[in-house]
């Protein structure tokens, strides 16, 4: 899922309601504006509803018309923006037709527009049609899985059922070997450019140029599996690659998230669930990490991996694998600011935990994986990771996304499991 556009304009149709009684000249003044405000956006103005997302509400009096416009959408609980501004009773109206919505299940928000440049509302406006252009890219999305999750991710073995029955994505499982053949085929010793650049981060001659030449050869199988099977999303067994090949995947897996393409390591479904998701929201790459340390008391925690993509890293330098000593990866600097963390799983990938805090320093530990940060939470508790864990690995989007994050799981998310008494009318948010 190529994370990168995310922020650019999407296309979405609105429909402008107003009623007979107002003065037409005042009207269009007022209209006029906001409707270019929309239009610049990306909407797309229609004269009809069904297929409207958003309601532009430009007089009181509209409610019933809204109503109608709407109805199809409401049966099927698609999310809906209303748009209301300051004049002609629009946002009384917008409030009469949302409670409406609300009464019959359905779902939506009011955007208000103080100004046709109002910065605030405008981002509201943004965001909602962000997240459903997520919605439909997940619902769209090939999510490949080469080789299976590895042996220890016992919690972590959703079925491609639940996966596209969740959160949509179809699950194509791709054979290790297939990877194999194409690595084993691959004879070349060039190096791809970006790898050229990255010979200068290593140290001590570790990695060797053979261990460049095998990344690349990984990367250049990845990419050709992708093609073939038009994935949007992959993650990969890649502590198979040790015994087989005597490589590693870290290289490969950040070149492709710096790429756009959300790839994951140990073949953990929902840890890539949570990446294409996640980074999509946000418009940007996503950190795949283990929770290393926790300190309660200081409600911090340190995250560690062994691959990060290098467009989230202030700075990086190549190292050996931690676990193995062998092979090529990445020890990330972060800058410091904030971050968001989310974690989908349980029965049914139908429970999500999420956090904010703030990165507060990287590190070097010899007995971690390369690329390491501390994150003090500032919403959640650290040991909520001790009682409620989804997994064993954690997803990292440096930001503040958990409010989209959660906006999306009231829209979009899983219908809830009846066993399960933590989850909420849609989603679990916590």
């Not at 000249?25 to 956006?41: F, H, I, M, R």
């Not at 440049?117 to 439909?136: C, K, M, P, T, W």
């Not at 410091?336 to 963390?341: E, Q």
């Amino acid at each position: 899922m190529n994370t990168q556009t995310a922020t650019s304009k999407h296309e979405f149709i609105y429909l402008s309601l107003k009623s007979s009684l107002h003065d037409p000249a005042a009207l269009n003044a007022a209209a006029l504006p906001l409707a270019a405000a929309l239009d610049g956006l990306g909407g797309i103005r229609s004269t009809a509803g069904g297929a409207a997302a958003a309601l532009l509400i430009l007089t009181g009096g509209t409610e019933n018309l809204a109503l109608e416009a709407l109805a199809e959408r409401i049966d099927q609980q698609a999310p809906v923006l209303i748009v209301a501004h300051p004049g002609h009773n629009s946002l009384p109206a917008a409030l009469e037709i949302l409670a409406r919505i609300h009464q019959q299940g359905g779902h939506g928000q009011i955007a208000y527009l103080s100004a046709p440049d109002d910065g605030a509302g405008l981002a509201e406006i943004a965001s909602f049609i962000n997240r459903q252009r997520v919605a439909r890219q997940l619902r769209a999305a090939r999510m490949g899985v080469v080789g299976q999750p590895s042996d220890w991710l016992i919690a972590s073995r959703p079925s491609s059922a639940d996966v596209a029955g969740a959160w949509g994505p179809e699950v194509v499982n791709v054979p290790m070997g297939e990877l194999s053949a194409a690595i084993r085929s691959d004879t070349s010793a060039e190096l791809e450019p970006w790898l050229d650049g990255w010979l200068a981060k290593t140290s001590g001659g570790r990695p060797s140029h053979e261990d460049f030449v095998a990344a690349a050869k990984v990367y250049r199988g990845l990419k050709q599996i992708i093609a073939c099977h038009r994935l949007a999303a992959i993650t990969l067994r890649c502590f198979d690659l040790l015994g087989t090949l005597k490589t590693t995947g870290c290289l490969a897996l950040a070149r492709l998230n710096d790429e756009g393409i959300a790839a994951g390591c140990e073949g953990d479904v929902p840890a890539l669930l949570t990446m294409m998701w996640s980074g999509a929201i946000a418009g940007q790459a996503a950190w795949m990490a283990n929770p290393a340390r926790i300190d309660p008391v200081e409600n911090t925690l340190w995250l560690a991996h062994c691959t990060v993509p290098t467009c989230l890293a202030q700075d990086f330098s190549l190292a050996s694998h931690f676990e193995s000593n062998s092979g090529a990866a990445i020890a990330g600097i972060f800058r410091p600011g904030p971050v968001t963390l989310a974690r989908i799983g349980g029965a049914g990938l139908r429970r999500v935990w999420t956090a904010e805090g703030e990165i507060e320093a990287s590190g070097a530990a010899a007995d971690l994986c390369r690329t390491q940060i501390r994150i003090r939470l500032l919403d959640g508790q650290v040991t909520e990771l001790l009682t409620s864990p989804l997994g064993n690995h954690l997803i990292a989007v440096p930001g503040w996304h958990r409010a989209a994050l959660r906006r999306y799981l009231a829209e979009h998310g899983p219908e809830p499991a009846a066993a399960n008494v933590n989850l909420r009318s849609r989603s679990m948010e916590t």
